[in-house]
């Protein structure tokens, strides 16, 4: 069994939605218990309406950093290819300062090509985004700690993604939370490569947690993703009803157990 407790996120999709509709769910995810609520950082929405209404994630983060009070904050994941590694480091210090120490820094290596024709990013090959993003991590840990003031905590790095020979090997190097994607046996398996890339690196990687995204009820896939060694479930919700039902029933799963 992990040693990590089982924890429950809302990844509140900045899409469809106007911003009250946004900080809304916001205050009802606190409400109802959840562990950590999440956006996630695109510039377009990725479902429904291409076009639709969206928001930018970082500077919501903020304004979620003084809404809240209790959850953690995090994007679910900012892409590492849309800001300089040092920029987005003491945005992550800022945001750290600003939520009393509840940020999460969750980073990928970025992959929906609509967000970097439009806004003028270079998007390159998959191999070449992961490369950078494996170049980013040391210097975003580099100024992390060389900020005044510090962190007012080790802030945790969340590493999204599931590529086995390249991204894996970043998570082992770098990461507190793995967020993998796919069912309990894709997550499975995954882990136990994530576990070798550890090994290889020298770093004990099942100390990393391991998050995924749910989208059923949890009697029907709760007990093989915690067997899978998921802690940190996360359920999705878009604008611009921003429905809580299922992350009601996931948080009460979670208080369940004991």
């Not at 920029?87 to 999460?104: E, F, N, P």
């Not at 993003?133 to 060389?146: D, G, K, V």
Request: net charge negative; with cysteine; charged share 25%.
């Amino acid at each position: 069994m992990s040693s990590h407790p089982l924890r429950i996120a809302v990844q509140i999709q900045p899409q469809h939605a106007e911003y009250a509709q946004i900080r809304d769910a916001v205050k009802r995810a606190e409400e109802i218990g959840v562990d950590v609520a999440f956006n996630w950082d695109h510039f377009y929405p990725l479902y429904g309406d291409p076009d639709g209404k969206h928001f930018e994630c970082w500077t919501m983060l903020g304004a979620w950093a003084e809404q809240t009070s209790r959850i953690e904050i995090g994007a679910l994941v900012t892409c590492n290819s849309y800001r300089n590694p040092d920029l987005l480091a003491d945005m992550a210090r800022t945001v750290d300062h600003m939520s009393g120490g509840r940020l999460i820094l969750g980073i990928g290596a970025g992959w929906f090509e609509k967000d970097y024709d439009q806004f003028g990013y270079e998007f390159g090959t998959a191999g070449k985004r992961i490369a950078d993003l494996a170049e980013a991590m040391p210097r975003i840990r580099a100024r992390l700690a060389a900020g005044n003031p510090a962190p007012t905590r080790e802030i945790p790095i969340m590493i999204g993604g599931g590529g086995e020979k390249k991204t894996l090997r970043v998570v082992a190097e770098h990461a507190d939370i793995w967020h993998g994607f796919g069912d309990a046996e894709t997550i499975t398996r995954k882990s136990g490569i994530l576990d070798e890339h550890g090994t290889a690196v020298g770093r004990d990687a099942t100390q990393i947690e391991r998050s995924a995204g749910v989208s059923e009820a949890p009697e029907e896939v709760a007990d093989a993703m915690v067997a899978a060694g998921v802690t940190l479930f996360t359920v999705s919700t878009s604008g611009p009803d921003f429905d809580m039902s299922l992350v009601e029933k996931w948080v009460q799963w979670r208080d369940a157990q004991g």
